[in-house]
């Protein structure tokens, strides 16, 4: 055997375990189902990771950051994040706040600073008030789920109220409730790093 044959052995079964590495878990998916009338349809996803993916309906937007930016068609949508949370802006047009952005409680407001939604979770699960504070939901975690009393809802694929609380926010635009839902999603895996 020549001593070239000699040296390119180690270098080939170099090679070839690095070949054997296991492939990187996909993130879970987080899927929003509809539960109305005895069905379970799925109405809404996000799927964690660089880029964040979220779907509402036919509406899908990919959401990379911080700071959020995403492009839906012609409409550019991004958030930038300051000392009073995460401002959204639609092709800069300023249209929601989210606050606090890494709290357990989140708001989110209009351009007035009036909460259209504020999730407020506990040990038992989470409540989405309105302006007044009146209760517009509870979310409960079940099992591997978390479910909604009304309208009915259950999401899977995760165990965070907050995320499940903007997801299922009938009261915000499908593009606000995905890009709050992607951010709550990429400062999760900010913190985790």
Not at 3 to 32: F, N, Y
Not at 37 to 49: E, F, N
Not at 92 to 102: C, Q
């Amino acid at each position: 055997m020549s001593l070239r044959c000699l040296l390119l052995v180690p270098l080939w079964s170099g090679c070839q375990a690095k070949a054997d590495l296991p492939a990187p878990a996909s993130p879970t998916l987080i899927e929003l189902h509809d539960l109305h009338d005895g069905g379970d349809k799925v109405v809404a996803t996000v799927r964690p990771g660089k880029p964040c993916r979220a779907t509402i309906g036919p509406t899908e937007m990919i959401v990379g950051g911080p700071p959020l930016i995403s492009q839906v068609g012609e409409t550019r949508w991004s958030g930038s994040e300051g000392s009073n949370g995460t401002t959204l802006e639609r092709d800069g047009d300023r249209v929601a706040r989210i606050f606090p952005t890494r709290g357990t409680t989140v708001g989110v407001f209009d351009l007035q600073g009036v909460p259209v939604i504020h999730v407020q979770p506990s040990a038992e699960g989470a409540t989405v008030s309105d302006a007044s504070m009146r209760a517009l939901r509870t979310l409960t975690r079940t099992g591997t789920t978390i479910v909604s009393d009304h309208p009915p809802f259950r999401v899977s694929g995760t165990n965070d109220l907050v995320l499940a609380s903007v997801l299922s926010a009938i009261e915000l635009q499908p593009e606000v409730r995905m890009l709050a839902a992607c951010e709550r999603v990429l400062v999760t895996e900010k913190k985790e790093l």
